[in-house]
């Protein structure tokens, strides 16, 4: 158990629709990093965020959106979805700003499927 | 973009066995961790390595950082049934700038009693 909690495990959405997902970091940790990876694209980082604030922006869709609240829980929105954007979600975690010398925690992930 | 290349991506032994994933990178990374994954679960840090010819060792598992510090090995000596997993390279900093996890491909391991 890696201390970073994610909800919902498995959810399942038709075309056109929106989600919300959820993470709970580590106790203590400032930053949450979501990932999506997918058979063909592999683990992608899509945005971190550090107390509040977002830090750093990788391969995330417009159509996508997160925050990170004053609890330190964050949440990954997803809107008009599309079936390529089935994949399995993760939320990860770790104490400080910069990756190097934090070690990164991973939750277990939420899978999406849309159909 | 996918700035890693893992390889092979499936590898498929007998208990026993020894095997060598290999993580390669056009670019220069300030350090570089191997994690596996497990279904089910998400990815799990088995180790860190910063300079460049660096070998780490954690039980029956080798792994060296390149002396360019552009690629990486992760070596399994007398493989195990319980090895079996998803091995990810992922690397950090370097030319790139970037504070962020750069995840390689992917090899996919299967070792069979």
């Known amino acids: 158990d890696s201390g970073v909690t994610q909800t919902p495990k498995h959810l399942i959405t038709a075309t056109g629709q929106r989600v919300t997902l959820r993470c709970s970091p580590r106790s203590g940790d400032l930053s949450v990093y979501w990932y999506q990876q997918s058979l063909d694209q592999g683990l992608q980082f899509l945005i971190q965020?550090?107390?509040?604030?977002?830090?750093a922006k990788g391969n995330i869709l417009e159509r996508f959106s997160a925050q990170q609240f004053p609890d330190l829980h964050s949440e990954l929105n997803l809107s008009s979805l599309e079936l390529g954007d089935s994949a399995l979600y993760f939320c990860?975690?770790?104490?400080?700003?910069?990756?190097?010398?934090?070690?990164?925690?991973f939750g277990e992930g939420s899978w999406l499927t849309v159909v | 973009t996918q700035l890693l290349e893992q390889s092979p991506q499936f590898l498929s032994i007998q208990e026993g066995e020894n095997l060598t994933v290999y993580c390669n990178s056009s670019?220069?990374?300030?350090?570089l961790q191997w994690y596996r994954q497990e279904p089910g679960e998400g990815p799990v840090l088995l180790v860190t390595v910063v300079t460049g010819g660096e070998v780490k060792k954690l039980k029956r598992l080798t792994f060296q950082f390149g002396d360019a510090r552009k690629d990486s090995s992760l070596h399994i000596t007398a493989a195990q049934p319980g090895d079996t997993g998803l091995y990810l390279c992922?690397?950090?900093?370097?030319?790139?700038?970037?504070?962020?996890?750069?995840f390689g491909t992917g090899t996919r391991l299967q070792v069979f009693p």
């Open positions: 670019s220069v990374f300030s350090s």
């Open positions: 990860a975690s770790s104490m400080g700003l910069k990756a190097s010398g934090n070690t990164i925690y």
């Open positions: 992922a690397g950090r900093g370097g030319v790139y700038n970037t504070d962020k996890l750069i």
């Open positions: 965020y550090y107390n509040g604030e977002e830090r």
